[in-house]
């Protein structure tokens, strides 16, 4: 890879991470928002339609049409998830089901 495909991959990758971030810190603001009071249920299907269309959007904007740009995007956004299991588990002490706990 030359310096101006890797530097375009990184940015990429950053980019995808803040797009994460994002998706994934307004997914849980809205889980928060939302348990505990069926009053707020409304706020589900409109949360996951404005941070599905800025990631969506965001990916657009950043790869410029580039599958290997999307594709590194991706990848940081895949590690925003990560991180946020992460921080969840060691910080918010999550109990779940699911994770075999």
């Known amino acids: 890879m030359t310096l101006a495909i890797f530097t ?3 940015l990429a990758t950053l980019g ?21 009071n069926s009053k707020n249920i409304w706020i589900l299907p ?16 950043i ?3 580039s599958l290997l740009l999307i ?5 940081g956004w895949v590690f ?4 946020f299991l992460y ?3 060691k910080y918010f002490k999550i109990n ?3 994770d075999g706990s």
């Open 8 to 10: 375009q991959a990184f």
């Open 16 to 36: 995808g991470l803040f797009l994460g971030l994002i998706f994934f810190g307004g997914l849980r603001l809205t889980v928060k928002e939302v348990t505990g």
């Open 46 to 61: 409109f949360s996951f339609l404005i941070r599905s269309f800025i990631t969506i959007y965001g990916i657009w904007w």
């Open 63 to 65: 790869a410029k049409g």
């Open 71 to 75: 594709g590194f995007c991706m990848l």
């Open 80 to 83: 925003a998830r990560f991180l």
């Open 87 to 89: 921080l969840d588990k």
């Open 96 to 98: 779940s089901s699911m």
